[in-house]
């Protein structure tokens, strides 16, 4: 089975994490951050991975801390769980409509980090979660996972509807790129033999 599990402590957050990229999008998150907690939880239904995630930060200070550390460590979990990369797709999209939203995300799972982050939020804030933490989150993730994302707001004005479309959105992308494909299942998807 394709898992991992992760743990990560500094002295702002404390992270216990476990990914299976097989799974049927079970979870079980706790973050401190109830729009956080949400979001993932959307990502790993919709990825139909099963996640387990806790994370002790200071948000008595503001919720920048969880929310990237917890993004670097689901990057990390991803890139332990992938190991090789063999017989993986690479590469997914998806274009994903969140009522008045709609979000286009791609990957490739290239061994290179890089964001490429192209949307406007309307808002500062969703409840008491700071809209601009969106984009901490995926650039923690693909540092850690070692991939190049983009994601693009092709239309929108509600930011928690945009928000909610990046997730969903990336979650169906990432599942596509790291399903296994059976006619490949015993090589490296790069001319280079490496990922």
């Given at each position: 089975m394709r898992t991992s599990e992760i743990k990560r402590k500094t002295a702002e957050t404390d992270i216990a994490l476990s990914l299976n990229l097989d799974g049927t999008g079970i979870s079980s998150v706790q973050t401190g951050c109830g729009f956080l907690d949400h979001m993932l939880t959307l990502f790993a239904s919709h990825g139909r991975f099963d996640l387990t995630l806790s994370c002790k930060g200071d948000t008595y200070v503001d919720y920048h801390h969880t929310v990237e550390d917890v993004g670097i460590a689901l990057g990390e979990a991803f890139y332990a769980a992938l190991g090789d990369k063999r017989g993986i797709h690479r590469y997914g999209d998806t274009v994903l409509p969140m009522d008045e939203a709609l979000i286009l995300t791609a990957v490739d799972f290239s061994g290179?980090?890089?964001?490429?982050?192209?949307?406007?939020?309307?808002?500062?804030?969703?409840?008491?979660?700071?809209?601009?933490?969106?984009?901490?989150?995926?650039?923690?993730?693909?540092?850690?996972?070692?991939?190049?994302?983009?994601?693009?707001?092709?239309?929108?004005?509600?930011?928690?509807?945009?928000?909610?479309?990046?997730?969903?959105?990336?979650?169906?992308?990432?599942?596509?790129?790291?399903?296994?494909?059976?006619?490949?299942?015993?090589?490296?998807?790069?001319?280079?033999?490496?990922?």
């Open positions: 290179r980090a890089f964001l490429g982050y192209l949307v406007e939020l309307p808002t500062e804030k969703v409840g008491d979660f700071d809209t601009e933490l969106c984009e901490e989150f995926w650039y923690g993730f693909v540092r850690k996972a070692e991939c190049a994302l983009h994601i693009r707001m092709l239309s929108g004005r509600n930011s928690h509807h945009i928000i909610e479309g990046i997730f969903k959105s990336a979650a169906r992308t990432l599942r596509e790129a790291v399903a296994v494909d059976a006619a490949f299942a015993d090589e490296i998807p790069s001319t280079k033999g490496v990922l």
